[in-house]
C-alpha cells in the first residue's frame, strides 16, 4: 500500500500505477529532494516539532540514501509512484520513526515545487556558464579573423561588405540578450514554497524563512496557493532556452552555408564533421544541422507546458506531474547543443581568400557609389536610380559595377570624377562605417570591448547568484 494509502480499501492497479508514476523522471531531482529534506527537518527541530535525536538521525538517513544514489546503489522500485516517495519510504526503512516524522508539516505539493525550484536554479546557472562560454569563443574567433572580410547579405543576396568579427559579434550579442533571460529564469525560480504545505499552509509554527536561507533562496512566495501552483518559473526557464536554441540554429544555418562548396567560407574540424556511408568525399556538417534540428524539441517543451498549465485551477493538479520531464529536456539539449557549438567556432578554418574572392560579384559597393552622388548634392532617391541603372549596364557587360570603366560613370551623371574609383574599393567601403555599431574596424574594437566587458560583468554575476543544489548523475 502507497504511504497515502490509508483512506483506500485496495492498490491502483499495475497498470494505472505505472501511467501515473513520475519517477522515470523526477528521480533526476534526487539530490533537490534531499536538500529540502534536510532543511526541513532541521527547521522542525529548531520549531520544537521533532527532536533533535530524530533530525539528526533524518540527516544521516538521507546523506546515505544520496551517496547510495551517486554510487548508483539504490534501488529504485516503480512502486514509490516518485522520487519524494522512493527517498521517504526508504528513509524510514533505515531510521524507522524518525524517517515517518519527516514529513510533519509539509505536503508533497510544496515538496515536488521546492524540488523543481532548486533544479531550475541549478540548470539555469549551468546554462549561463555554457553561454558565457560560446560567447569567449566567438570573441576569439573575431579576433582571429582580423580583417577578413565577407559579403554581408540581405534576402541571401549579397548586400554590403562588412568584417567577418563584425558578424560573428552579432551572435555574442544574442547570446548577451540570452544570458540576461537565464539570469532571470534563474530569479523567477529563487523564491522557497516550502511551508505552504497542500495549498493553505500548516497549524505548524514552521520557519519558512529559516528553511529558504538553508536551501539558498533568496525569498520566500508569500501566498500558499500561489507557491504550490506556480509554474511561471519553468515557462521562464524553458522560454529563455527556446530563444537561445533559436540563435543557435540560425548560426547554425549559416555554419551550414558558409561550409558548403558553393560558398567555402570555412572548412569545419573533422571533429565537428560526419562522412557518408556510400559517398567517400563527402564531409558534412551534421552537427551544426543537429543544433538546427535539436531547436525544435526546446521549442516543443516550452508548448507543451504552456498548454499544460493554461487551464488549471488553483491550486496543484496532477498535470503538473508533467512539468518536468520538459523542462529538462529542453535545458539539457541546450546545454550539449551550446557545447558542440563551441567546439565548432573554437576549431573551424576561416577562408579568407574564398570570401574575398567571392565578392567581385554582387555590386556590393553600389550603395556607396549612391552615397558618393549624394555627398555631392545630388537627392539620394535620384542617386539610387542612377546607379540603378549602373548596375544594369554592368549586368549586360557581365562584371561587377567596380569593373566599369569611369567614362561610363561619368556618362550617368557629371558628378563622378575620378576618385569614384576608390569608393569601389572594399576594404574602404568597409572602412567607412564608422558610426556607432558599424563594421568599420574601429568601430569593431570598440564593439569587441563592449562585448568582453559585458562578458567579465555576465561572468561576476554568476559568481554572485545564491547557491545552488547541483543536479545529480547517479540517478540516470
Not at 18 to 30: C, Q
Not at 355 to 379: E, F, Q
Not at 436 to 457: D, F, K, N, W, Y
Request: glycine share 8%; aromatic share 6%.
Amino acid at each position: 500500500m502507497a504511504l497515502w494509502g490509508g483512506r483506500f480499501e485496495e492498490n491502483v492497479s499495475e497498470a494505472t500505477q505505472e501511467f501515473g508514476a513520475s519517477l522515470p523522471v523526477d528521480k533526476a531531482l534526487y539530490r533537490q529532494d534531499i536538500a529540502g529534506s534536510i532543511a526541513h527537518a532541521a527547521m522542525l527541530a529548531h520549531q520544537g516539532i521533532i527532536s533533535e535525536e530524530d533530525a539528526r538521525a533524518i540527516e544521516r538517513g538521507l546523506r546515505g540514501i544520496e551517496a547510495d544514489i551517486d554510487a548508483g546503489r539504490f534501488a529504485f522500485d516503480i512502486n514509490d509512484e516518485d522520487i519524494h516517495m522512493a527517498i521517504e519510504a526508504e528513509l524510514t526503512r533505515r531510521t524507522g520513526e524518525a524517517g515517518a516524522r519527516l514529513h510533519t508539516g509539509r505536503s508533497r505539493n510544496d515538496q515536488v515545487a521546492t524540488d523543481t525550484r532548486l533544479a531550475a536554479k541549478a540548470l539555469a546557472r549551468d546554462l549561463m556558464e555554457a553561454n558565457l562560454g560560446l560567447r569567449r569563443a566567438l570573441v576569439q574567433a573575431a579576433r582571429e579573423a582580423g580583417d577578413t572580410v565577407l559579403p554581408g547579405m540581405t534576402h541571401l543576396q549579397h548586400a554590403q561588405p562588412v568584417l567577418f568579427s563584425h558578424h560573428l559579434l552579432a551572435y555574442a550579442w544574442m547570446l548577451a540578450r540570452d544570458f540576461a533571460r537565464l539570469a532571470a529564469a534563474f530569479d523567477a525560480a529563487d523564491a522557497s514554497p516550502l511551508g505552504a504545505a497542500a495549498l493553505a499552509g500548516t497549524s505548524y509554527p514552521l520557519d519558512r524563512q529559516m528553511t529558504a536561507e538553508r536551501l539558498g533562496f533568496s525569498r520566500v512566495i508569500e501566498n500558499s496557493l500561489d507557491a504550490v501552483s506556480d509554474r511561471d518559473f519553468l515557462l521562464d526557464l524553458e522560454y529563455a532556452c527556446s530563444v537561445q536554441a533559436v540563435h543557435l540554429s540560425r548560426l547554425s544555418e549559416e555554419i551550414v552555408l558558409w561550409s558548403s562548396q558553393e560558398f567555402g567560407f570555412i572548412t569545419l574540424s573533422d571533429a565537428f564533421s560526419t562522412g557518408s556511408s556510400i559517398m567517400p568525399q563527402k564531409k558534412n556538417p551534421d552537427f551544426a544541422e543537429l543544433i538546427r534540428g535539436k531547436t525544435g524539441r526546446v521549442v516543443g517543451d516550452l508548448v507543451q507546458l504552456l498548454v499544460t498549465v493554461k487551464g488549471l485551477p488553483l491550486a496543484y493538479n496532477k498535470d503538473l506531474q508533467e512539468d518536468k520531464e520538459g523542462a529538462l529536456d529542453a535545458a539539457h539539449t541546450l546545454l550539449a547543443c551550446l557545447g558542440v557549438m563551441k567546439g565548432m567556432v573554437s576549431t573551424w578554418t576561416v577562408n579568407a581568400d574564398r570570401m574575398r574572392a567571392v565578392m567581385a560579384r554582387g555590386h556590393l559597393a553600389a550603395t556607396d557609389v549612391a552615397d558618393y552622388l549624394a555627398k555631392r548634392g545630388m537627392p539620394f532617391r535620384e542617386a539610387h536610380a542612377v546607379v540603378g541603372h549602373l548596375v544594369l549596364e554592368a549586368e549586360r557587360r557581365g562584371v561587377d559595377i567596380a569593373e566599369l570603366p569611369l567614362e561610363v560613370f561619368q556618362q550617368a551623371s557629371d558628378l563622378f570624377d575620378a576618385d569614384i574609383v576608390g569608393a569601389l574599393d572594399l576594404d574602404a567601403v568597409v572602412a567607412a562605417r564608422t558610426t556607432r555599431g558599424g563594421t568599420a574596424p574601429s568601430a569593431v574594437v570598440e564593439q569587441m570591448q563592449l562585448v568582453e566587458a559585458g562578458i567579465e560583468a555576465d561572468s561576476a554575476a554568476v559568481e554572485e547568484l545564491s547557491p545552488v543544489v547541483a543536479m545529480g548523475e547517479g540517478a540516470a
